[in-house]
């Protein structure tokens, strides 16, 4: 193999395999880069058996060939040459030499054989998609999944579509966050599936290059996204998602319309001088006000009233104020409504102009 490329080409491919690339596996081809030269481009693989990456790079390709090197050291090199151009080779054995000017580096590589094959693609299955659509339903719905790696079911970003309507949810148990998208070419033919978080950051960071066409599909095990050379295919995590449409509550008949601002800035405040534990504050409501306090023995106390839209009877409930300053910022409209019951039962936030949005908070005892 031996081909010349533009380093900043190379670099940019480089980079954006750092973050699926295994650096702690017991595997050590799974730390490495698959380097394929052939028809006048370099192809670039890698994977950490759950995430799978490929892309693209124009190169002159004097003698094709292929490698796997170590993926961050290939990297740390090809970032500090000192030249435009980058020329790659392998000689005998495994060993790959890099040149650039007067610097040269000689590291050694794996078996190609010993790479994991790339899952196949059908690109009659994939469809075209507006990233903007599914980026958004990603940005407001991350902050709600699930840490605990021993709950893998809820691990992740359940996709579901109902007929012209795509759904995304995500929970931990103490609150869950759901939006809905009208969808022309809703992709796949599963009903629902659910999205490890490592994969998803690496289809949503495909997703912010504006330029170019994005397709989208799903099948049994996996997921897959491509635009232009790039391609990203995501194992799906298996299981049953919890029933979301039971824990969404249907009588919370105490409606308050709230400045999102106003609300976020005060529960900033309130909170600092709740626990750090449990992060509790207190709601406190009556006609056209309500009352956020926090208390702690070792801290001091904070109380701070806002104007609101309630007519409804006095309540007093309590909410993690770390769950519900998340969703207020997911949010992003200027007026938001909580839907309340009773001190017992979860609240919903929801934004006041746009439907789809929904974000369930469970209470909490102070």
């Known amino acids: 193999m031996d081909f010349i490329i533009e380093k900043l080409d190379f670099l940019r491919v480089l980079q954006r395999i750092q973050g699926i690339v295994d ?20 192809n670039i693989a890698a994977t950490d058996l759950e995430i799978f990456i490929k892309d693209a790079c124009p190169a002159t390709v004097k003698k094709e060939g292929s490698v796997t090197v170590n993926a961050r050291k290939l990297f740390e090199i090809v970032k ?47 469809t075209k998609v507006e990233p903007d659509i599914l980026g958004e339903m990603i940005d407001k719905t991350a902050f709600a999944v699930s840490t605990d ?55 949503r960071k495909l997703m912010e290059e504006k330029e170019g066409d994005f397709f989208f599909g799903i099948t049994d095990k ?47 405040r309130v909170s600092i001088l709740s626990s750090d534990k449990v992060k509790g504050v207190k709601f406190g409501l009556k006609k056209g006000k309500l009352t956020l306090s926090s208390s702690s023995p070792e801290l001091g106390d904070a109380t701070e009233e806002i104007d609101v839209e309630y007519d409804g009877d006095e309540l007093d409930i309590a909410f993690n104020a770390r769950y519900f300053l998340d969703a207020l910022e997911a949010v992003g409209e200027e007026k938001v409504g909580i839907e309340l019951k009773d001190q017992m039962s979860p609240g919903i936030l929801r934004p006041k102009e746009t439907a789809g949005s929904t974000y369930i908070i469970m209470p909490m005892r102070l």
């Open 222 to 268: 996996s997921v897959t996204m491509k635009k232009g050379d790039t391609l990203i295919n995501v194992r799906l995590i298996e299981g049953d998602f919890p029933d979301y449409k039971q824990v969404i509550p249907k009588e919370n008949d105490k409606l308050v319309m709230a400045e999102r601002a106003v609300l976020l800035g005060s529960l900033k």
């Open 80 to 126: 500090e040459l000192p030249e435009s151009t980058v020329a790659i080779s392998n000689g005998e054995g495994e060993r790959v030499s890099i040149k650039s000017g007067k610097a040269r580096f000689n590291i050694m590589g794996l078996p190609v054989k010993e790479f994991p094959s790339f899952p196949p693609v059908e690109d009659d299955k994939l």
């Open 23 to 42: 650096k702690k596996s017991t595997m050590p081809i799974l730390s490495n880069v698959l380097v394929e030269a052939a028809d006048g481009k370099v």
């Open 149 to 203: 790696e021993t709950r893998y079911n809820i691990n992740g970003f359940f996709l579901e579509k109902d007929k012209d309507i795509l759904r995304m949810v995500t929970t931990d148990g103490h609150r869950l966050a759901m939006i809905e998208k009208e969808a022309a070419n809703v992709p796949g033919e599963k009903k629902g599936v659910i999205l490890p978080k490592k994969g998803v950051t690496e289809l």
